[in-house]
């Protein structure tokens, strides 16, 4: 088989990929609903809230969610 022929393979597979999940998600062709628990600002403001607020048994406070927040820091040597 040639470059272009696997290229073309993987290009139509990753669109009739996006195609089903988008129709099948996003369109909830089986029905159901999105929870009120993704939809809801409130909801996801008490929740963040509340892991913020955690007790944690050892070392000092951290965010609970570094990745969304993007605050985190990456060290580049080893403490000892």
């Known amino acids: 088989m040639s470059a272009a022929k696997i290229v ?4 139509a597979s990753g669109v009739v990929a ?6 099948i998600s996003d369109g909830k ?3 159901g ?4 628990t993704i ?4 909801w996801q403001e008490e929740t963040d809230k509340r892991l913020q ?3 944690r048994t050892a070392g000092p406070p951290v965010v609970m969610n570094p ?3 993007q605050n985190f820091i990456v060290k580049s040597h080893v403490e000892e």
């Open 8 to 11: 073309g393979a993987l290009v």
């Open 18 to 23: 996006y195609i089903c999940d988008t129709t």
């Open 29 to 31: 062709i089986f029905g």
């Open 33 to 36: 609903t999105t929870p009120s």
């Open 39 to 42: 939809t809801n600002k409130e």
């Open 53 to 55: 607020a955690w007790p």
């Open 67 to 69: 990745i969304s927040r």
